[in-house]
């Protein structure tokens, strides 16, 4: 039997191979496993204690929170702001960004983008959810206040992104730049051991993954797109649960589409806290991610922090060939 790998373990190796390393974000990685290990616990006692359902209040978009999420952004708080590494904390549930303050004299010199519950919706019915996260340095100066420019940065700007993804077990997946890598919560020990080491998407895959029933409001190259995976006999699979449908691509091959609709005429997802990290994880893997004007996600300037896109990611050679029916169709669409 080969031996466990734990997440501590593989973070501290893996920062010897940056030679200008501190340990900082040795630390915060750690932290955030720490506040998943956290999280996860609650999530799996979710349908024992009473902490579904709504909170009884609505986030910065108006949506209905749900106790769970509003227990994972707290404890994602926590944990980042007690690290010391950590100078502030843009979360997809607060309309701001969080600034901490310097801890023992020090203030960190990353800041760090998450969607502390995605898929929230879907707990109540025990579906699969996840927290999503992406480290960036700050732009501003360490002995001066975090400003707003240090969390708009291109996704290309990403330190390290990562997600753990709560389903029949906990998974953590996490890149630095330098290839993916996932860790298995083994819950008899308490610890996140190495379980898939350097992810490599297929080329493509027999799965498409899409809210089909918005089919008739996606635009005319879109649905053209839809058609030629239904006439490829490609299964669609859709959770709803942006972590699960993507960590299935991730390892099977596939696409993910999240177009515009008329009800979201610049796509769903948040830029900052979904697509960037998301994108940043499946290029590591060798895959690609866009919005559906085939903008690199990643190269994307966001111009505010709950900015929406529209993505498809996923195996590199279903998303080239998609970009071949925006070529054709909506030159077609515009007239
Ligand atoms: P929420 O956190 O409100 O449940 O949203 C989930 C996100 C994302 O994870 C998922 O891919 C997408 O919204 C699903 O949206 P639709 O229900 O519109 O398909």
Do not use: W
């Amino acid at each position: 039997m080969s031996r466990i790998v734990t997440l501590d373990e593989f973070i501290i190796k893996r920062q010897k191979d940056f030679s200008y390393a501190t340990g900082e974000l040795t630390g915060l990685l750690r932290d955030i496993g720490v506040a998943s290990k956290i999280v996860n616990r609650e999530v799996n006692k979710a349908g024992l204690v009473n902490i579904l359902g709504v909170e009884g209040s609505a986030n910065t978009h108006g949506e209905a929170q749900q106790k769970l999420d509003v227990y994972a952004n707290d404890k994602f708080i926590e944990c980042l702001k007690n690290s010391g590494e950590c100078a502030g904390v843009a979360s997809e549930e607060n309309e701001e960004f969080i600034p901490f303050p310097a801890f023992e004299s020090k203030s960190g010199k990353y800041v760090v983008i998450m969607d502390p519950l995605d898929g929230s919706s879907n707990i109540d019915v025990n579906v699969s959810v996840g927290t999503i996260f992406a480290i960036y340095r700050r732009i501003t100066e360490e002995d001066q206040p975090i400003e707003l420019s240090d969390f708009l940065q291109p996704g290309l700007k990403q330190v390290a992104a990562g997600y753990v993804l709560y389903g029949t077990s906990t998974i953590l997946v996490y890149t630095t730049g330098r290839g993916v890598n996932g860790f298995t919560l083994d819950p008899s020990i308490g610890e996140f051991c190495l379980s898939h080491r350097d992810i490599k998407i297929p080329n493509r895959g027999s799965y498409y993954s899409v809210n089909q029933g918005y089919y008739l409001k996606f635009d005319l190259e879109m649905r053209r797109y839809i058609d030629y995976c239904c006439d490829l006999n490609l299964g669609l699979r859709y959770i709803g649960s942006m972590v699960s449908d993507i960590h299935r691509i991730l390892f099977q091959g596939g696409i993910f589409l999240y177009p515009n609709t008329r009800k979201y005429p610049a796509g769903k997802l948040r830029l900052l806290y979904e697509c960037n990290p998301m994108a940043f994880i499946v290029e590591q893997a060798g895959g690609k991610a866009i919005n559906t004007q085939i903008d690199r996600i990643l190269e994307i300037e966001p111009k505010e922090l709950h900015q929406r896109s529209t993505i498809v990611i996923g195996s590199p050679d279903m998303v080239d060939e998609m970009i071949q029916f925006v070529d054709k169709y909506s030159a077609v669409s515009s007239h």
